[in-house]
């Protein structure tokens, strides 16, 4: 776990989005992405549970939950806090080979699942999963 009280100080915060009336009218990036010191601070909120009911990936009464693709959601983001974004890259690229298009329209179950909601608002996997692929991109990597 990168901060062990992120989840008491930050509040979830997500990407504004063009609205759809607006986004419609052309094929480019609707989303404004937090600064990269916000995101960080999105995935300081993550708990790293002892059961991560995040990457699950299960049937639960007929229904899936977590991320169907067993994603390592707690050890990428805890990189993500820590600053070590090449590593979260090799992280998630152990098990996801695609996550510039989930972490756009993934309708991202690994965030209904999280412990998070329990008690407030989910961790912004989702988005904290945008910002290592992107950041991948932009560097070459
Ligand atoms: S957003 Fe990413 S981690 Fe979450 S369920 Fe989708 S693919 Fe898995
Ligand atoms: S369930 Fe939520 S808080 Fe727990 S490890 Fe997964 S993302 Fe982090």
Known sequence: MGKPTGFMEYERETAKAESPLERIHHFNEFH???SKEK???Q???CMACGVPFCQAGMMIGGMASGCPLNNLVPEWNDLLY???YEQAYAR???TH????FTSRVCPALCEKACTCNLNGDPVS???NERTIIENAFATGW
């Open 32 to 34: 404004t992405p937090l």
């Open 39 to 41: 995101q960080r601070q």
């Open 43 to 45: 995935a300081a909120r």
């Open 82 to 84: 820590n600053g070590c």
């Open 92 to 94: 998630l690229m152990k």
């Open 97 to 100: 080979c695609f996550p510039e």
């Open 125 to 127: 996997t989702k988005e």
